[in-house]
């Protein structure tokens, strides 16, 4: 099994900025896809950012040119980035991330347990 640990999360005042860190530990053989989703209260939940083994990025609309996202394969490790937060941010933000077990063939995704990101209006 994989297991994730998010970190970074917290109240943050507008127009401030955030640092989100996973870390992917466990039987990994091999991580593809990582990314960041969140969920607000009363909401579904939304793709905030994704990135691929080999670096490419995928936004939101909501948050492009606010976020960015970025790994560290040999830690196993997803960042997000976020600038000029706005109470809009405010959600459950969660890690994901697509992987496949050592001598595991089919890949799948696993969620971490999500951190509250809190920006008071």
């Known amino acids: 099994q994989v297991q994730l640990v998010e970190s970074g999360g917290g109240l943050v005042r507008p127009g401030g900025s955030l640092r989100l860190s996973c870390a992917a530990s466990?039987?990994?053989?091999?991580?593809?896809?990582m990314g960041w989703y969140r969920q607000a209260p009363g909401k579904q939940r939304e793709l905030v950012a994704t990135?691929?083994?080999?670096?490419?990025?995928n936004y939101a609309d909501s948050v492009k040119g606010r976020a960015t996202i970025s790994r560290d394969n040999a830690k196993n490790t997803v960042y997000l980035q976020m600038t000029s937060l706005s109470p809009e941010d405010t959600a459950v933000y969660y890690c994901?991330?697509?992987?496949?077990?050592?001598?595991?063939?089919?890949?799948?995704?696993?969620w971490g347990q999500g951190t509250q990101v809190t920006v008071p209006s």
């Open positions: 466990g039987r990994i053989g091999t991580i593809s896809a």
């Open positions: 990135i691929t083994r080999d670096g490419s990025t």
């Open positions: 994901n991330v697509a992987a496949r077990v050592i001598y595991g063939s089919v890949y799948r995704d696993y």
